[in-house]
Nanobody
Framework: QVQLLESGGGSVQAGGSLRPSCVAS?????MGWYRQTPTHQREGIAS??????KYAESVKGRFTISQDSRKRTLYLQMNDLKPGDTAMYYC???????????????WGKGTKVTVSS
């Protein structure tokens, strides 16, 4: 079972940037970033398979997912952050390339992102 550890969340003002990362204990087929709030179900926002990427419409153009396969590390560059981006962010290893929660087979514990106006 792959273990995942996120870091790099934090608190920023609207318009700011953050770059959380996620280290995997082993190589994976595909990986993704998800987020969840107390009032919203967990949703997929970005996934990656090799050089292919997918994004949710809510983050397209502002967030960029990338990976360093040698370091088994996944990144999420988040720019132009908005208060609506405030959430717990989770990385996951995926059985299939995509944004569905059902594709995830392992989850990290999450990293908190707070965006103030």
């Amino acid at each position: 079972q792959v273990q995942l550890l996120e870091s790099g969340g934090g608190s920023v003002q609207a318009g700011g940037s953050l770059r959380p990362s996620c280290v995997a204990s082993d190589s994976t087929y595909s990986m993704g970033w998800y987020r969840q709030t107390p009032t919203h179900q967990r949703e997929g926002i970005a996934s990656i398979l090799g050089t292919q990427t997918k994004y949710a419409e809510s983050v397209k153009g502002r967030f960029t997912i990338s990976q360093d396969s040698r370091k088994r590390t996944l990144y999420l560059q988040m720019n132009d952050l908005k208060p609506g981006d405030t959430a717990m962010y989770y990385c996951a290893s995926l059985d299939y390339f995509g944004l569905s929660v059902k594709y995830a087979n392992n989850w990290g514990k999450g990293t908190k992102v707070t965006v103030s106006s």
